[in-house]
């Protein structure tokens, strides 16, 4: 079997032009969603990220403040430029690029920001929220593999997911939604015993762990959905995820690319929750 491809460009330009559909609707009511990113440093990597996530937000129509800021920037100064856009409103989304320097609490600066303006979905609010299922932002990259899985009309309801990666960003969060989604849900991780046993009962795994080839053909199920969130760099240099790509598309069903896959869903989802954060607010 040669796995179908989960095209992430395609589906992410999808999304975007409903966003940008939706925001126009919502300037013709007075309302332009407003998203704040403020970057602490000269993260070479966060300066890229951030970069897309403006340029983004220009694309569909959404306005955007990039806040840049030295690494010195004290956290207390942090803090009270999180609270002015918590009181502003032009900006209904509020993201703070990490990592933050060292010397500011990453953790403390999160929960500044007001939930309702939390697009990130970082804050314990939202990651509350989804536990209960309760309204509340998902954070962007699971939220974007949750669409992919979707693009493939499979119904999730009943079907075996295995998560590999338990981070507060991508893996639990990952995990609870595919819950959401009435899938019977696994959590591995590092301290899991025999990996391969847990993924061969797959119908659907989602690998994020950060190192290459920590999916191969024969940890998987013939037919199954694969979604790769890993982004790393290979002995050559060259993007690749976590997932033996080559091997595995020859047992899988259906499978994302690195790049081309989570990738470009992870900043569509931003651009999703801003707008659904300015949505909100209608009387
Ligand atoms: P992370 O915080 O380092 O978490 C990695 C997880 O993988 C941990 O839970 C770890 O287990 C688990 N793990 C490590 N080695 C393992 C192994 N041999 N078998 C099973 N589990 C293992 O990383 P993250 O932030 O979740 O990111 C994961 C990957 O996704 C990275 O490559 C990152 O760059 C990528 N990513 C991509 C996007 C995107 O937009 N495409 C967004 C976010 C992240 P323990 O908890 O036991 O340590």
Same mark, same amino acid.
């Given at each position: 079997?040669?796995?179908?491809?989960?095209?992430?460009?395609?589906?992410? %330009?999808?999304?975007?032009?409903?966003?940008?559909? %939706?925001?126009?609707?919502?300037?013709?009511?007075?309302?332009?969603?407003?998203?704040?990113?403020? &970057?602490?440093?000269?993260?070479?990597?966060?300066?890229?990220?951030? =970069?897309?996530?403006?340029?983004?937000?220009? $694309?569909?129509?959404?306005?955007?403040?990039?806040?840049?800021?030295?690494?010195?920037?004290?956290?207390?100064?942090?803090?009270? #430029?999180?609270?002015? &856009?918590?009181?502003?409103?032009?900006?209904?989304?509020?993201?703070?690029?990490?990592?933050?320097?060292?010397?500011?609490?990453?953790?403390?600066?999160? *929960?500044?920001?007001?939930?309702?303006?939390?697009?990130?979905?970082?804050?314990?609010?939202?990651?509350?929220?989804?536990?209960?299922?309760?309204? =509340?932002?998902?954070?962007?990259?699971?939220?974007?593999?949750?669409?992919?899985? $979707?693009?493939?009309?499979? *119904?999730?309801?009943?079907?075996?997911?295995?998560?590999?990666?338990?981070?507060?960003?991508? =893996?639990?969060?990952?995990? &609870?939604?595919?819950?959401?989604?009435?899938?019977?849900?696994?959590?591995?991780?590092?301290?899991? %015993?025999?990996?391969?046993?847990?993924?061969?009962?797959?119908?659907?795994?989602?690998?994020?762990?950060?190192?290459?080839?920590?999916?191969?053909?024969?940890?998987?199920?013939?037919?199954?959905?694969?979604?790769?969130?890993?982004?790393?760099?290979?002995?050559?240099?060259?993007?690749?995820?976590?997932?033996?790509?080559?091997?595995? #598309? *020859?047992?899988?069903?259906?499978?994302?690319?690195?790049?081309?896959?989570?990738?470009?869903?992870?900043?569509?989802?931003?651009?999703?929750?801003? &707008?659904?954060?300015?949505? %909100? =607010?209608?009387?």
């Amino acid at each position: 079997m040669t796995a179908q491809l989960i095209d992430g460009n395609a589906i992410a %330009r999808q999304l975007r032009a409903d966003v940008a559909r %939706r925001t126009a609707a919502l300037k013709a009511k007075g309302i332009t969603p407003g998203l704040a990113v403020i &970057l602490v440093g000269e993260d070479p990597a966060s300066q890229v990220y951030v =970069g897309k996530k403006v340029q983004a937000c220009a $694309e569909a129509g959404l306005h955007s403040v990039l806040e840049k800021y030295d690494a010195t920037l004290s956290e207390a100064d942090l803090l009270a #430029r999180v609270q002015a &856009l918590n009181a502003d409103p032009a900006i209904h989304g509020i993201l703070v690029q990490l990592p933050l320097p060292a010397h500011i609490d990453a953790h403390k600066v999160i *929960e500044a920001i007001a939930p309702t303006k939390d697009v990130d979905g970082f804050h314990i609010a939202s990651a509350g929220a989804l536990m209960t299922g309760m309204p =509340g932002f998902w954070s962007c990259t699971p939220y974007g593999c949750i669409k992919l899985l $979707e693009s493939t009309g499979i *119904e999730l309801r009943g079907k075996h997911a295995v998560v590999i990666g338990r981070s507060n960003n991508v =893996g639990k969060p990952m995990a &609870l939604m595919l819950l959401q989604k009435n899938a019977t849900v696994t959590i591995c991780h590092s301290a899991t %015993r025999n990996l391969k046993a847990h993924t061969l009962q797959a119908d659907v795994i989602v690998a994020a762990v950060g190192k290459p080839n920590t999916l191969t053909a024969d940890m998987v199920k013939p037919g199954a959905v694969v979604i790769d969130v890993g982004m790393n760099r290979n002995a050559q240099g060259k993007l690749c995820g976590d997932v033996d790509f080559a091997g595995v #598309r *020859e047992v899988a069903g259906w499978i994302t690319p690195v790049p081309g896959g989570v990738g470009p869903m992870t900043v569509t989802m931003l651009l999703v929750n801003t &707008l659904e954060a300015a949505e %909100r =607010g209608l009387p």
